[in-house]
């Protein structure tokens, strides 16, 4: 039986044994793949962030909201990475590829979705009763 551990070439004692007793053995090479892509998947589909006008958004680190699987373990990778920085609005796809140390991956994605919002300064208001017409913010 082999594991993760042993992918790459390994020697393996060969034995035959007739009907009659009489038997050979033989050292063979036996290669060991690894060909199992991991299996990754989006805690959240979307994520919307809300931002002020003018202001710009840091791309975070997405990779702790997806739950990966392998055989011989995977590490996670982001596209644009953590720390990209967004300057206006509108949606954009992370893209995040879980790989094994064989180099089999497989990907998913999170649509983040920036809202703009735009305020104009000063805030008027129907003024009522107790109601002050203009809120400062």
């Given amino acids: ?3 993760c551990s042993d992918v790459g ?3 393996v ?4 044994v007739d009907s009659k007793g009489n038997q050979a053995t033989r050292m063979i090479e036996v290669r060991v793949r ?4 991991p299996t990754i998947q989006p805690l959240l589909r979307t994520f919307v962030w809300i931002m002020l006008q003018g202001q710009s958004y840091q791309v975070p680190d ?3 909201l997806t739950l990966t699987s392998d055989n011989c373990g995977t590490v996670v990778s982001q596209f644009p990475a953590r720390g990209t920085v967004l300057r206006s609005g509108g949606n954009y796809t992370i893209r995040l590829v879980a790989t094994d140390p ?4 497989r990907e998913t994605t999170i649509n983040l ?3 703009v ?3 104009s300064f000063p805030f008027f208001f129907r003024e009522e009763e107790g109601t002050p017409s203009m809120i400062e913010v």
């Fill in 102 to 105: 064989s180099g089999n991956s």
């Fill in 34 to 37: 690894d060909t199992s892509a």
């Fill in 9 to 11: 070439v390994q020697q």
């Fill in 1 to 3: 039986t082999f594991n």
């Fill in 13 to 16: 004692e060969f034995k035959v």
């Fill in 113 to 115: 979705r920036l809202l």
């Fill in 62 to 64: 997405f990779r702790g």
């Fill in 117 to 119: 919002l735009r305020i």
